[in-house]
């Protein structure tokens, strides 16, 4: 037998069924307003809901203003902008009659009554107002104004003889419909008057005053009747009434009736707390379960997250039997750190504190920051540098893995990096041509032996100055080994996920797929950048120089040298002279667009020791061969523009010099 489908409920009955169910508060509140609500008269006017005397409870009446009954038994309309005395409330017609309380007098009195805030009053009410009438201006000026919009608004004679004295202040009424901008400087507004006329323009100083003892008059009408009302205005309207009276009735019906001293309705301060409290403590009664489980949610993800860092960490460490390195425990880091003192650097990879193991040798401790590939950094350094030795290549003594906490223990460099010697502007070391000569070659050693010198290819892949580190004889060593990746000797070509390297090192086949495989090249073209700031002692890009063309240094000192130019190197040797071009020479070779056309790193030692004389300045090493689309970008992501790329200016805005290391893993 097929299952008969629920009746499904119309728009129209769900929205009545809300508009009950909001008027449920209504009903419950008039209840316990027929308990403490009771009628009351004050003068000849009666008082009952929607108003309230100021002696009665909030929700006595609906609308935000209190009716008060004086010592001479006058009914008494309070607002937030003045006080005017009622007259008539009809309950049959819901009209209310008021008057200002300055012309229930028959005194030279002003009207000070103002009605400019009932448009926020009408927003605000569970019924429609309705206003039968106009308001003017009152307006005080210094000086008299000749204006036949200017009506003289003084309710007395000033002199009885015709001679007018002279007088500090003019009091005129002006249209409500006047615009600002005809305003008299010299006048101020006292107070916005409502007058049942629709203008006072054709009016006199006897027929308004006539108007205004009179009084005026407004009305109040249930949603049902008002023109403007609709199943949402209703639905809104009830919404707030609900809440509001709700607000009303928690504080001033919890405690079982009101509390009234000195003639005045009020709460004591210990009600509003206790109904904070209550308030509160039902919400947090609610939400704490909730928050607390939330807690332990992201601590539970959060601690399963580096857990799973941890079992791949020591999984490998475990396959690496034949490690060199000394592992040391965290607390042993931070007694030969004497607690992380002395700093000696930071960076995207963490920070770098100066140690002292216990034989009194130096080294520098690497303390990781946030790991990132389940420890991939940290399994990158252990697994290049702590199975090899050479004299170019930092030497890793020992590692911390302590859940979250890693951290690497170099030997220390008394002279740090080599980014202090090329880019300091204080307490620069200005090193000879011959030193910063053999310095460049021991990097290409460095590197040469990475490539080839071990079992496995190891390719670096962020050779930058700030990764080259020298002792106190200034011997350079290749360190950082963070995006290092691991290869079989016999691969020329290697797979990568993504682009790696710092901008303005980075070779441009990591980013552009059709310039060729990614292979060992890319440290070559890393080296060739890192070669042209030994050459020029300043970052690649930069633009505090005295000319346009030396913007971009590596194409500036290339078009120097390939047409027979000379450098002003200041007080050098014919032999510096000869270093410095044949860097130049080999540094242009490493720097090709195309993989295939630079050499290898032993192809580097090679030139770097051969007669300059017999050395060949290769083409121009920053023009792109074709137009490369847009789209081929390995998720880098530096704008890329191949205009100008004949002057070198591509290159320029490719690999400027900005130190922005990318992994994107």
Known sequence: MPKRSKPKLPM?????AIVVLLQFPQLCFARTRNRYCSPAVCGNVSISYPFRLTTQPPNCGDFPFEIHCDSSNRTVLVTNQGVFYVQNISYERNTVRAIDPNLAVDDCSLP???????????RNLPYSLVFPFTSMYLVNCSMPVNSSSYIDASRCSVNSSGSDPPRDSYVYFLDERTHPHDFDESCRIEALVPIMVESINDLLNSDIYNLLKQGFEFSWIFPSKSLEATPFRALIR????????????FIYYLFKGPHVANNSYYPPNSTYIICLLITGGFIISRTLPGIVCLIVLVIYKWRRRH????????????QQKDLMPIRYTYCEIERMSNDFKDKLGEGGYGSVFKGKLRSGYFVAIKLLGKSKGNGQDFINEVATIGRIHHVNVAKLIGFCVEGS?????YDFMLNGSLDRILFAKENKIDLSWKKMFDIAFGIARGIEYLHRGCDMQILHFDIKPHNILLDENFTPKVADFGLAKLFSVDASIVSITAARGTIGYIAPELIYKNLGGISYKADVYSFGMLLMEIIGRRKNMSTAVEHESQKYFPSWIYDRYYHGGDVDLGEVTDDEKIMVKKMVIVASWCVQIKPNDRPSMSKVLEMLETDVELLQMPPQPFQLPFEVPTDQSHGSNTELSHENSSTGETSALLYSSNEISIDIL
């Open 112 to 122: 000070r009554g103002t009605l400019s805030f009932w448009d926020y009053i009408y």
């Open 238 to 249: 009830n919404l707030k009434y609900a809440l509001q009276s709700y607000a009303d009735s």
């Open 405 to 409: 906490k890693q951290a690497l223990i």
């Open 12 to 16: 129209h009955a769900l929205v009545a």
């Open 307 to 318: 857990l799973c860092a941890d079992d791949t960490i020591e999984e490998f460490l475990k």
